[in-house]
């Protein structure tokens, strides 16, 4: 839930919205749209999410503990300045398809909500059962 809230409010007034309308006036497909905008989101935070697990384990608690810190401060911070127009994507003759799903996995991957995902991820338990739950689970 905490990863859910603080994607939600990272992303108010962010440039892969912005993007996703500039592309839907564009090639006047606003479902096509919507649709590889929550493919390219999805895409996003699932490389993020599973970075974060594989370098969770990897990292102290304060270090854990840090990471999510500065990626809070930092997006925080990040909102008091205006965001820069993305760009059109006007040179781009690759489809409407192709053109909405790559642009907006480039735009989403760089942005600061992907960081709080990795670091939220970070922290989280493994979601793996222990060697001696999975035998117990095998027997009962």
Same mark, same amino acid.
């Given at each position: 839930?905490?990863?859910?809230?603080?994607?939600?409010?990272?992303?108010?007034?962010?440039?892969?919205?912005?993007?996703?309308?500039?592309?839907?006036?564009?090639?006047?497909? #606003?479902?096509?749209?919507? /649709? !590889?905008? &929550?493919? %390219? +989101? =999805?895409?996003?935070? $699932?490389?993020?999410?599973?970075?974060?697990?594989?370098?969770?384990?990897?990292?102290? #608690?304060?270090?854990?503990? /840090? !990471?999510? &810190?500065? %990626? +809070? =401060?930092?997006?925080? $911070?990040?909102?008091?300045?205006?965001?820069?127009?993305?760009?059109?994507?006007?040179?781009?003759?690759?489809?409407? /398809?192709?053109?909405?799903?790559?642009? =907006?996995?480039?735009?989403?991957?760089?942005?600061?909500?992907?960081?709080?995902?990795?670091?939220?991820?970070?922290?989280?338990?493994?979601?793996?059962?222990?060697?001696?739950?999975?035998?117990?689970?095998?027997?009962?």
């Amino acid at each position: 839930m905490a990863a859910f809230v603080a994607a939600a409010l990272a992303q108010v007034g962010d440039r892969t919205a912005w993007l996703a309308a500039i592309l839907s006036d564009r090639y006047a497909k #606003p479902g096509l749209v919507i /649709l !590889m905008a &929550a493919v %390219a +989101l =999805l895409a996003a935070s $699932g490389l993020a999410a599973t970075l974060g697990a594989v370098i969770g384990p990897k990292l102290a #608690p304060n270090a854990q503990q /840090l !990471m999510l &810190a500065l %990626a +809070l =401060l930092l997006q925080g $911070g990040g909102s008091f300045f205006p965001a820069k127009a993305p760009e059109r994507l006007t040179g781009w003759k690759i489809g409407a /398809l192709a053109t909405t799903a790559l642009g =907006l996995f480039i735009l989403a991957f760089g942005d600061g909500v992907q960081f709080i995902v990795l670091t939220i991820a970070a922290r989280t338990p493994s979601l793996r059962w222990p060697r001696s739950a999975r035998r117990l689970a095998r027997w009962s």
